[in-house]
């Protein structure tokens, strides 16, 4: 079993920052894409930003220039910091874990989801 554990949600003014984290643990050999997605209300999920365990990323292009992707691998972690925040950033982030397991078998598994809200 993997847990993924998001924080940093919450709301914010239209300008302001919000920094995301989700914490992996379980039974993960080595972890190959860490990720964020996000779905506002009758949406689809859609790509925010993901990165490779060299440390490439990709951004989905409603958010680049404004949001970062970091990973701490020591930790499992990733990372998202968000500025100039806008409303239409306004969703549930969830966090994607791209990993193998100890039989070397790829998986995938997904976070709770955590609410951002940018409203004034």
């Known amino acids: 079993q993997v847990q993924l554990v998001e924080s940093g949600g919450g709301s914010v003014q239209p300008g302001g920052s919000l920094r995301l984290s989700c914490a992996a643990s379980?039974?993960?050999?080595?972890?190959?894409?860490m990720g964020w997605y996000r779905q506002a209300p009758g949406k689809a999920r859609d790509l925010v930003a993901v990165?490779?365990?060299?440390?490439?990323?990709t951004y989905g292009d409603s958010v680049k220039g404004r949001f970062t992707i970091s990973r701490d691998n020591a930790k499992n972690t990733v990372y998202l910091q968000m500025n100039s925040l806008k409303p239409e950033d306004t969703a549930v982030y969830y966090c994607?874990?791209?990993?193998?397991?100890?039989?070397?078998?790829?998986?995938?598994?997904w976070g709770q989801g955590t609410q951002v809200t940018v409203s004034s």
């Open positions: 994607y874990l791209d990993y193998s397991k100890y039989d070397l078998i790829r998986s995938g598994s």
């Open positions: 379980g039974s993960i050999f080595s972890i190959n894409t």
């Open positions: 990165i490779l365990s060299g440390g490439s990323t």
